[in-house]
DNA sequence: CCCACACCGATT
DNA sequence: ATCGGTGTGG
């Protein structure tokens, strides 16, 4: 299907730290959500984009649509909605592969995240040439904490298959289950498992069980937040209450928008980030 | 309730 | 020393 670039700009979309397992292509992207590969390639005005990647992209979703709300709700992202035009909040198909993609990634960073979660899903069944399905809960709890740190994954080794024990204790679909209730349980119900914060647990949530109002909050939306809304914060470290209160003032602007609300915030820092990161490296 | 620290390992 | 956190301890 083709979508215009004011609706979906996919190298945002898959470079914005929401899934890890996408690679460049000589036109554009391709990956894996959930059994099926997902392709998109650039095309004139906008991009071509298979039939499977509607939903991981939700595009169904009027993107405009989603602008004017938070718009509506509040208008000082008015100009990062300008800057990050096609940046949307990705829906991904199976839980399980967001918990595990998110579980590599605390004090960490993308060059090490993106071979770890890759790494994982080489567990999986090979769907096409070199693209994996990624493997089941039942599988990674079964990985030998010794084979995960021999590929880098340092105490992360310990702890992806120990969560994984940990799901597999609870009942059938557990996981899956937190789509259905409200955001704060399926939280605090995450939050339950040794290993997951609160922040991945708002990752997974966002992503992975499609609760638009997560906000999670790490070190880069913690500085945008302390910009805009906490200048008596600056400089401090975030503590439980302090990350809630970010959470839920982001909430109360932008309500079940949050979520996209803060998608534009934590791509600006990222970006100044990197980029100062390169221009330091270049003096 | 807030802060300090360890934890892996790549980069500064 | 610093980092896209989390658990533990004071």
Redesign the pocket.
Known sequence: MFVPYSELDVDLCVSS?QVFRFHKTGEGWIGIDGSDVVTARRVQGGWEVSESGRELFQLQISLCDIERRILERSGELAKRLGRFRGLRVLKQKYAHETLFSFLC?????????VPMVRHLGSYGNEICDGLYEFPSIERIAEIPENEL?KA?F??RA?TIPNVARQVLARPERWLTSLRTMPYKEAHSSLCEI????????DCVCLVGLWHTEAVPV???LWQAACDLYFPEWKG??I????YDAVGNLMREKFGELAGWAHQYLFYER?LD?RKG?HV??QT
């Not at 290993?195 to 647990?201: D, F, L, M, R």
């Not at 503590?239 to 302090?242: L, V």
């Open positions: 730290g990634t605390p004090n960490n960073n993308l060059n090490r995240i740190r880098g340092g105490y310990r040794d290993g997951i914060g609160p922040k991945v647990a790490d070190t880069h401090k470290s503590t439980q209450n302090r990222i980030y990161k330091y490296s």
